[in-house]
């Protein structure tokens, strides 16, 4: 039997640039919907947040961030540190032994690198200068060391057949970047990973709502 988490909670932002997925926040409740985990989902204006946060901080929670999680009222926060967490409690979603659980640590430290690099381009208006080096070479030379990333493995996934939480961050990152396209010719492992990954039923389901 699959193990199962109850009362879960998952905190973020109203929207980002106009958008309810924009951000982190889609990462953990991606896995969430995957595993088949009801969540409620409690949402911030980023006025509220400052209000709330000043909340955190008098309950000790040393600097929260979000999107945090709370199980049974009790709070988790980090992004990285919350999916782990949660794959451990649910028994899937890491490696089956230290060298892949490595690999994911790794590669995980990498979609964080990538983050940090889109940000740059997309937010706070950016210069002409830096969308352009972005779009031109920046984003061509992550989408190449990902697809690269994928063809190790004989499978879809990072592990190969077997999805992890690195793959949720892989696929959101994937949905939030849009400077180019995940062109099947240029890039046919990433490619078949977004596929793949829209079609895993709980996701599909999912995807095909408001992800309000």
């Known amino acids: 039997m699959v193990p ?13 640039k106009g958008s309810t ?4 926040g889609e990462f953990i409740r991606l896995l969430l919907e995957d595993a088949g985990i ?5 949402r911030f204006t980023f ?16 600097e929260p961030t979000m999107p945090y999680i709370t199980v049974d009222d009790k709070i988790y926060n980090k992004t990285m540190p919350i999916m ?12 089956q032994d230290d060298d892949e659980n ?10 964080n690198d990538w983050i940090l690099r889109w940000v740059k381009a997309a937010f706070n208006e950016p210069s002409e200068d830096i969308v352009k080096t972005y779009r031109e070479e920046t984003a061509p030379k992550t989408f190449k060391t990902w697809n690269d990333i994928l063809s190790d493995k004989n499978g879809p996934y990072i592990l ?11 696929f959101h990152m994937l949905e939030d970047d849009t400077f180019i396209e995940i062109c ?7 490619s078949t990973f977004f596929e793949t990954m829209k079609n895993r039923p709980n996701l599909k389901k999912y995807l095909a709502t408001d992800r309000k």
Do not use: C
């Open 184 to 190: 099947p010719k240029t890039y046919p492992h990433l």
């Open 47 to 62: 006025a509220e947040w400052t209000e709330h946060k000043s909340k955190l901080l008098a309950q000790n929670v040393h």
């Open 21 to 24: 997925t924009k951000g982190r």
């Open 4 to 16: 199962t988490l109850k009362n879960v909670k998952l905190y973020y932002f109203t929207n980002v």
């Open 160 to 170: 190969g057949e077997r999805i992890s939480y690195a793959d949720f961050v892989l």
């Open 102 to 111: 490595q690999i994911l640590d790794a590669y995980s430290d990498m979609a």
């Open 38 to 42: 009801d969540t409620e989902y409690v």
């Open 84 to 95: 782990r967490f949660l794959s451990r409690k649910l028994g899937q979603y890491e490696g």
